[in-house]
């Protein structure tokens, strides 16, 4: 492990936890105190809140039990599975509570709290809820609403045990309904946190306590701790990111100097996560075009600003001098690009409006290179296939033609509408691209993805020789300066990512076709009600009743991407991973094969 | 004997005895009126015959500083008497120079009268808690005899530390709960009194035997409450003493509470302050003294602004609350206000008062979870601990002309009852036609209690609430109360305020009386007035207060409240100063926003409701006069109203 850090959360006992003393100490002032408020932690994406909440358990006295509570892992659950999951786990973190709460409604939840709490030996219980993104509207509001009940009602005789609950809820943009507003449920009785970014000597001083141990003279690492102050503003990710980057450069023997923070800089500008989440982020929230407003620079600070609020939430926006301003350079000059290719975007969609108008598909070119990239186009074609708008072109499709296949490609390129590149670790006979040269010559809107780097990949995929590696390393920078480059992890997360873009750029949501299995939302919320289900009761009585999920998923038609959506709920049981061993391949559904893999994993 | 010679060397030797004595009595005269004027006199710049004929008047004749020099040793006297014996007199203050004896009980009387127990007679001065004194004086010799002579506390301490507390306790007006004992502490669970600090109600007082407190002690302390406490960890912790005292006990424990993270947790009680508390006028108010003398303001700052307020902090609003209380058993209500404007809190109130009053039955249920009349019925059974012999409407009306039929009147308070109320209309309002059936046959009445949703479905002549219960909007509160909801929490904080007139007149002019404003702003200012370690509020803190965004956010969100687009576009587009509906109807016009006559009449009514505008002959009003100013001043205004007009737009309400 490098010596920082930039994948998940830091441990409690982190040396590179800097900064947030104030935050941490009302935090725990509050967590021990007489509660007069419950307390939000505002943050965009890796901002630090896990981080806070985990220093802020750990510097709690024993005698204040805690209980986090992350949603990520019920991802869609109604009202009644979020207060069940909640009962669980307050049950699972408190050892003395043996029976398993059954929880109904808002009225029994409170209930179960008041009686969960009610114990001698429990001085306060502090609840460290975080990702309530991950749950409907309806269920969050629900939650919110029993959380403002318990604060309103926790002087009240009959349940007084709850004056010992604490709530902290950690989150973005997904809180801003819930808290931010006037008309939020949680707004009355909670305290706002906003996290700030570290200041430049906590900045600093990680960059350079970093680099010295790395044996980095202290001065020359407090001006690389400079220099990425200067891009980043103490951006806690971005900063260990940055100095992360210049630890690898160390590693190759190499004395890092702040040119190679700027080179850094421009590299995380062409394919990080976090900018690739955000710019994401900023399409769903429909922001882009308030980014613009951002980027001026000249609105007065307020929170009242719905859309400076929610810039603030994603972790794109501040407070400076009492104006709005971007968080900082790096995310300023993304913002730039991103705002650029949208125009560039809108220009594209206004040229494809015109074909879907005139009721003609629109025709999708997808280039990669096939042996290591089989499943992605697999799982692409698929979703492609659903979409009714488009009609799905590669090699797949040629056929016997008297052309080479460069040939054909070019030709198949030249007849599509959208271009859509796939690059992972080889360069395969260069036809790749050159399909992506004539979709560029021919002014065809290109999305680009790249495989992950944190992928794991047979060495058969990866390309040796060394002329062709710099070729795709050549390829993949022209990529990361000319389109929005976005990296993907498994082939249903390009195939969502696909649908997401063309859906953008074709400005509707993509039209299921009829003649295909389709599942509607309704139908959906029921299957992961059964799935759910059967797992509750398969807690309660110890039988393993996975296989019995899964066949109801395929009993109502679903496919491999719903499948997988199904299974990252269930992800939390260890035999979530053997049943997605047994759904196999990227096929249509779930095989006898599989089927056997799952019984025999679980057998084992 | 008796010749003349003889008579006269008689009369030469008394002669001469004379005149020695004369010389003698001379000198003596000479010598007291020299030491007079040496120790009395002189240092007090005071005229012989001032120091022996008018001691009454000292301080007209007296330097002032020399007084001021004396009188600390003096009033130590008189103090030192006082705890002692529970009285004293001019013979009992031997370190006092006999002319000021007199003064200094006098001068004690005065200063001291107004916050201790003390009675004043001709040559005495006398604690009319001196039994109370005494008691505690006979617990303490008992308790500490034997301090550090052996671990732990023997069956006699105990019994000795259990006087201690209960003397404490009486003082203070506490009820004492369940004791623990733990090595050489002894704990005991106490109700407090109501203060208008931020108190937990029950915390745990405790006595230590430790001659030498330290870590240790302080971790003893923490494992003693932790069994105790009901919520947070604040503890009032009394450290026991030796007969002769080699060590300050107290102020060594406190030093090491200050070293640990209960530094804002444990109050440490001297001797002294202890003593202070048991002769004190008004103990707990000595108590609150000595807890401030310790803590962080903002700890204790009493002052809310998230959720309803406690009794101590609840102010004004007697006509809301009499209207309540005195016809809850013959008539029904709705409250309806915005959003932190204090609907909670009155209900609170009215229903401790109902309770109080024994004359009904009040039943209160918080709604705000509830979305059905299912989760109507779970909530009702779950918080009045009223069993339904079915969950139906009919099953409520049962129940309640059972507990009717056996008793008092009853009274139905229900809270946030606004998306109840929402999900009832589209079924028809069948839970809202029980309850106008169960009041009108007088089987129980009902307060209800919301924002928005009530407020429309008063005014909605479809609704089964139309002309049942009685609207009683809130608004904000009366100058007087709003002055007092600030200056008396502050004065039980002990902290000035800086040119109180102006600095009080900018807070009403500022907050025209929003309860929760002056809550927000009390709390910024101890908070500014602690950052800067004094116990003083200046008007520079308000102006900084006044400015912050935080503020300025907090006060139009809260202003707005409930209210939805369209009325959030009316406050934004009118003219400060008041406005016609013609003028509000040009206003919309020019800012393309087209609605209804209709549409517009509600929304000046919620908006009227929600206490933003006043209407008086034809003319529409801020209520709180600041708004326009801050609105203007702070925000992007065009950018809000364009998102208002992209909500009303869509639908929203």
């Given amino acids: ?604 | 004997v008796a010749s003349p010679r003889c008579g006269l060397l008689i009369y030469d030797q008394a002669s001469a005895n004379s005149r020695w004595l004369a010389v003698a009595l001379a000198l003596a005269v000479t010598l007291v009126l020299a030491s007079t004027y040496a120790n009395l006199a002189r240092p007090f710049g005071l005229p012989l015959w001032a120091t022996l004929l008018a001691r009454r008047r000292l301080d007209a004749y007296a330097r002032r500083d020399a007084l001021k020099t004396a009188w600390p040793d003096w009033e130590q006297a008189v103090r030192t008497e006082l705890l002692r014996y529970g009285d004293a007199t001019p013979d009992d203050l031997r370190s006092v120079a006999g002319p000021f004896r007199r003064y200094a009980l006098r001068r004690y009387a005065k200063t001291y009268a107004p916050v201790q127990t003390l009675e004043a007679h001709p040559g005495r001065l006398r604690l009319l808690t001196g039994d109370r004194l005494r008691r505690w004086h006979a617990g303490w010799a008992s308790a500490g005899r034997e301090l550090g002579t052996r671990p732990g506390l023997t069956s006699g301490e105990r019994a000795a530390v259990d006087v201690l507390a209960a003397v404490l306790v009486e003082a203070l007006g506490l009820t004492l709960g369940p004791t623990r004992d733990f090595e050489a502490v002894r704990a005991y669970l106490v109700e407090v009194p109501a203060l208008r600090l931020k108190l937990p109600p029950k915390f745990p007082l405790v006595f230590v035997a430790y001659p030498q407190p330290g870590a240790r002690t302080v971790q003893m302390l923490v494992d003693a409450v932790d069994v105790l406490r009901e919520t947070g960890y604040f503890a009032l912790v009394v450290p026991l003493e030796p007969p002769v005292r080699q060590l300050d006990v107290a102020a060594e424990l406190r030093q090491a509470v200050d070293r640990s993270p209960h530094v804002q947790d444990f109050i440490v009680l001297s001797q002294d302050d202890v003593l202070d508390i048991l002769i004190a006028r008004h103990p707990a108010q000595g108590l609150a003294q000595c807890i401030l003398a310790q803590v962080d303001l903002t700890v204790v700052s009493p002052f809310v602004i998230s959720g309803p307020v406690p009794e101590t902090m609840f102010f004004g609003r007697e006509a809301e609350v009499k209207m309540l209380v005195e016809n809850a058993s013959i008539a029904d209500f709705a409250v309806v206000g915005n959003r932190k404007i204090g609907k909670t809190s009155l209900l609170q109130r009215a229903r401790a008062r109902l309770d109080a009053g024994g004359r009904v039955k009040p039943l209160m249920v918080d709604c705000q979870t509830v979305r059905d009349a299912a989760g109507f019925f779970t909530t009702f059974r779950a918080q009045t601990g009223l069993e339904l012999p079915a969950a139906t409407p009919e099953g409520l009306a049962a129940a309640l002309t059972d507990l009717r039929q056996d008793g008092l009147p009853l009274v139905s308070l229900l809270d946030e009852v606004d998306a109840l109320l929402a999900a009832e209309k589209a079924r028809g309002e069948p839970l809202a036609a029980t309850w106008r059936a169960l009041a009108q046959a007088g089987v129980c009445h009902f307060v209800f209690c919301g924002s928005t949703g009530l407020a429309r479905r008063l005014d909605d002549p479809r609704s089964v609430f139309f002309n049942f219960p009685q609207p009683l909007p809130l608004g904000y509160l009366s100058p007087e109360t709003a002055r007092l909801v600030l200056i008396q929490p502050l004065e039980t904080l002990g902290i000035t305020l800086e040119d109180a007139t102006t600095l009080l007149d900018e807070v009403l002019a500022l907050t025209s009386g929003h309860p929760n404003f002056i809550q927000y702003l009390g709390r910024g200012l101890v908070q500014a007035a602690n950052l800067r370690k004094e116990r003083r509020i200046l008007l520079a803190d308000l102006a900084a207060l006044r400015s912050s965004t935080d503020f300025t956010d907090y006060y139009l969100k809260t202003v707005w409240g409930e209210a939805g687009p369209l009325e959030r576009l009316i406050t934004m587009v009118v003219p400060p100063d008041g406005f016609r509906l013609r003028e509000l109807e040009a206003a919309l016009e020019a800012h393309g926003v087209e609605v209804s006559d209709e549409a517009l009449d509600t929304g000046l009514k919620l908006l009227r409701i929600y206490a933003i505008l006043q209407k008086h002959e034809r003319t529409y009003t801020f209520v709180p006069r600041a708004f326009p100013q801050i609105l203007h001043s702070t925000q992007e205004v065009d950018r809000l109203i364009t998102y208002e007009k992209r909500r009303l737009a869509g639908g929203g309400v």
């Avoid at chain 1, 994948?7 to 409690?12: M, Q, T």
């Avoid at chain 1, 805690?66 to 979020?82: K, L, S």
């Avoid at chain 1, 001085?123 to 029993?146: C, F, K, T």
């Fill in chain 1, 1 to 604: 492990m490098g010596v920082f850090v930039y994948r998940g959360p830091l441990p409690p006992d982190s040396p590179l936890f800097r900064g947030r003393t104030a935050e941490l100490a009302r935090l725990i002032r509050l967590c021990q105190g007489e509660v007069e408020a419950y307390a939000i932690v505002y943050g965009g994406r890796q901002t630090g809140k896990t981080s806070l909440l985990l220093r802020l358990a750990a510097g709690l006295p024993k005698t204040v039990r805690t209980c986090r509570v992350d949603f990520q892992w019920v991802p869609g659950a109604t009202t009644r599975q979020v207060f069940t999951y909640l009962a669980r786990r307050v049950a699972r973190s408190l050892p003395d509570l043996v029976a398993a709460p059954e929880v109904d409604d808002a009225p029994s939840l409170v209930e179960f709290l008041s009686e969960a709490i009610d114990q001698p030996e429990i001085s306060r219980l502090v609840l460290l809820l975080e990702e309530l993104g991950a749950l409907p509207q309806a269920s969050r509001n629900d939650l919110a609403h029993v959380l403002r009940a318990v604060f309103t009602n926790r002087f009240d005789p009959s349940c007084r045990p709850l004056a010992r609950l604490m709530v902290v809820i950690a989150g973005g943009v997904e809180l801003y309904d819930l808290a931010a507003t006037q008309v939020s449920p949680l707004q009355n009785c909670c305290e706002a946190m906003y996290l700030p970014d570290l200041s430049e000597p906590e900045a600093v001083g990680l960059i350079a306590d970093g680099l010295t141990r790395l044996r980095l003279p202290h001065t020359e690492a407090e001006a690389l701790g400079e220099a990425i102050y200067f891009h980043v503003g103490g951006h806690p990710y971005l900063t260990q990111r940055l100095g992360g980057a210049l630890e690898a450069y160390l590693a190759t023997g190499e004395l890092p100097k702040p040119a190679h923070v700027d080179t850094a800089a421009e590299r995380l500008l062409s394919g990080n996560p976090l900018l690739h989440h955000l710019r994401r982020a900023l399409i769903e929230e429909d922001l882009l075009g308030a980014s613009k407003a951002l980027l001026d620079g000249n609105l007065r600070f307020s929170r009242l600003d719905e859309d400076m609020a929610r810039l603030e939430l994603l972790g794109l926006a501040t407070e400076a001098n009492g104006y709005w301003k971007v968080r900082n350079r790096l995310l300023a000059r993304a913002l730039e690009d991103w705002l650029a290719a949208s125009r560039d975007l809108d220009q594209d969609h206004i040229d494809l409006a015109g074909t879907i108008a005139r009721d003609k598909p629109v025709c999708v070119f997808i280039s990669s290179t096939w042996k290591d990239l089989q499943p992605e186009r697999e799982a692409v074609e698929d979703a492609l296939h659903r979409m009714q708008e488009t009609a799905f072109a590669g090699m797949e499709y040629f056929g016997s033609r008297p052309e080479t296949p460069r040939e054909v490609s070019l030709a198949e390129v030249d007849r599509s509408h959208v271009y859509i590149g796939i690059f992972a670790h080889r360069y395969g006979s260069g036809i790749t691209e050159a399909e992506y040269r004539r979709a560029r010559e021919r002014d065809i809107p290109c999305l680009i993805y790249l495989k992950d780097d944190s992928v794991a990949v047979p060495p058969a995929y990866i390309g040796r020789e060394p002329a062709k590696v710099a070729k795709l390393e050549a390829l993949k920078c022209e990529l990361e300066v000319h389109h929005t480059v976005s990296t993907f992890k498994s082939p249903d997360h390009l195939a969502t990512q696909v649908v997401t873009d063309l859906h953008n750029l074709l400005g509707s949501a993509p039209t299921v076709r009829e003649e295909e299995p389709s599942y509607t939302r309704n139908k959906f919320e029921e299957l992961r009600d059964k799935i759910l289900k059967i797992i509750y009761d398969h807690e309660r009585t110890g039988t393993p009743t996975f296989i019995e999920a899964s066949q109801i998923a395929e009993e109502l038609g679903l496919t491999t991407i719903e499948i997988d959506e199904q299974l990252e709920i269930l992800e939390w049981h260890q035999y979530a991973k053997l049943a997605k061993a047994g759904a196999g391949n990227h096929g249509a559904r779930l095989t006898p094969l599989g089927k056997q893999r799952v019984k025999e994993g679980l057998k084992s």
